[in-house]
């Protein structure tokens, strides 16, 4: 199948400070990738919907300017947490849909390998 | 709104046994997608099955298969024979054609030697 990484699979860093995750598809072009959190022992959150060449869809309750979403090429999309506090301390998973091979809206969903994201 | 239902939180299951993980889903669409993913301990995400809603016949994969059930809006995953290494989290998860997907909350599944 598909590959997508995500990039840095941990990171520690100190309040106020920003984080800078980035998920890649590594042998495949992916126009939409998206961002999600996820708590322990709890369900993915989708937070944005990362387009590329264009603005990200936020889903409701998720802070724009807090997480900012880059979708620069067909291949990277970055998640950054900016001015990060312990609150956003979590696992935050990216994927991306891989349309060949599939009939119209069939694509499939990859995921990376997800980031630990720690705030002392 | 489309909603995923996952009734069972935990489930455990005697290696080489078979065990069926619930899966219910509220939607107005005919047209859909459904799929099983898998959560190891290593947090990495992984397909583990897909139905497409159009197809009657249910959807097989090695030793998983799934219960597609239209009209009760139920989607079961069955795990024949096993293994240490299915022990993981499932997530039952939905979306329409190019649209985004919504997830169960989970059932985490414990295989015993």
């Known amino acids: 199948g598909a590959v997508v990484s995500q990039h840095p699979s941990w990171v520690i860093c100190k309040s106020g400070t920003s984080v800078k995750i980035e998920c890649r598809s590594l042998d495949f072009q992916a126009t939409t990738m998206f961002w999600y959190r996820q708590f322990p022992k709890q369900s993915l959150m989708l937070m944005a919907t990362?387009?590329?060449?264009?603005?990200?869809?936020?889903e409701q309750g998720v802070e724009k300017d807090k997480f900012l979403i880059n979708h620069a090429s067909l291949t990277l999309s970055t998640l950054t947490v900016t001015s990060a506090h312990p609150e956003d301390s979590s696992f935050y998973i990216c994927s991306a849909r891989d349309w060949r091979g599939q009939p119209a809206g069939g694509g499939e969903l990859f995921f990376g390998e997800g980031s630990r994201l720690t705030v002392l | 709104a489309q909603t995923v239902t996952q009734s069972q939180p935990e489930m455990s299951v005697q290696e080489a046994e078979t065990v069926t993980l619930s899966c219910t889903y509220d939607t107005s669409e005919s047209d859909y997608y459904l799929f099983w993913y898998k959560q190891p301990p290593s947090r990495q995400m992984i397909l583990v099955i897909r139905q497409e809603a159009y197809k009657q016949q249910n959807a097989t994969e090695n030793r998983f298969s799934v219960n597609f059930q239209k009209a009760a809006k139920s989607f079961s995953l069955k795990i024949s024979d096993s293994q240490l290494g299915d022990a993981a989290m499932y997530f039952c998860a939905y979306r329409i054609p190019a649209g985004k997907s919504t997830f169960g909350d989970g059932t985490t599944l414990t295989v015993k030697p």
């Open positions: 990362s387009n590329e060449g264009s603005k990200a869809t936020y």
